[in-house]
T-cell receptor, first 116, second 109 residues
Framework: DSGVTQTPKHLITATGQRVTLRCSPRSGDLSVYWYQQSLDQGLQFLIQYYNGEERAKGNILERFSAQQFPDLHSELNLSSLELGDSALYFC???????????????FGPGTRLTVL | KNEVEQSPQNLTAQEGEFITINCSYSVGISALHWLQQHPGGGIVSLFMLSSGKKKHGRLIATINIQEKHSSLHITASHPRDSAVYICAASDYNTDKLIFGTGTRLQVFP
């Protein structure tokens, strides 16, 4: 158990819908990262937050948005869902931002999103 | 050409064999991560390194900054090592992680 929790574990929804994925980082970790893993694209970095502020942005679609709240949990919002959004979404956390020596990341179990 | 390249894509080994997985990157990095993903999907961070060598049990990771190359070694491999191994580079300028495509390892008894 990494100490990072993600809810829900599984999510099945229809095209055009909107969903929210939630992540609680390890106690004491200030950085939260979101990743998408689809069959054809592999693991892709979406976005990183550090202590409530957006720190780095990857290949995140405009239909997706995220935020980190004052209690450091984070939510990833996916809207106008398409079939191609079906994937595993991972959250990870670290004490400091990823580039720093101490920035080892701890991954949550993932949320499997299926868009029908 | 991907910014992070891994080889081989697939690897099979007999229990006890010494295994090497390679990772080359073309971006400036602040750190290189090695991750392990088991068939159930869970991801575990194995190493994060910015220079030299790290060892944890039977796993060893090395990095050569000048050559932009890292290796993950598994000594005395075991069937429970069967997993996908992924290297990822922390881009020095943007701080985002860039992933390799992964190496699927199967170790047979």
């Amino acid at each position: 158990d990494s100490g990072v929790t993600q809810t829900p574990k599984h999510l099945i929804t229809a095209t055009g819908q909107r969903v929210t994925l939630r992540c609680s980082p390890r106690s004491g970790d200030l950085s939260v990262y979101w990743y998408q893993q689809s069959l054809d694209q592999g693991l892709q970095f979406l976005i990183q937050y550090y202590n409530g502020e957006e720190r780095a942005k990857g290949n995140i679609l405009e239909r997706f948005s995220a935020q980190q709240f004052p209690d450091l949990h984070s939510e990833l919002n996916l809207s106008s869902l398409e079939l191609g959004d079906s994937a595993l979404y991972f959250c990870a956390s670290s004490v400091v931002p990823s580039g720093r020596v101490e920035g080892e990341q701890f991954f949550g179990p993932g949320t499997r999103l299926t868009v029908l | 050409k991907n910014e992070v390249e891994q080889s081989p894509q697939n690897l099979t080994a007999q229990e006890g064999e010494f295994i090497t997985i390679n990772c080359s990157y073309s971006v400036g990095i602040s750190a290189l991560h090695w991750l392990q993903q088991h068939p159930g999907g869970g991801i575990v961070s194995l190493f994060m390194l910015s220079s030299g060598k790290k060892k944890h049990g039977r796993l060893i990771a090395t990095i050569n900054i000048q050559e932009k190359h890292s290796s993950l070694h598994i000594t005395a491999s075991h069937p429970r090592d069967s997993a996908v191994y992924i290297c990822a580079a922390s881009d020095y300028n943007t701080d985002k992680l860039i992933f390799g495509t992964g190496t699927r390892l199967q170790v047979f008894p």
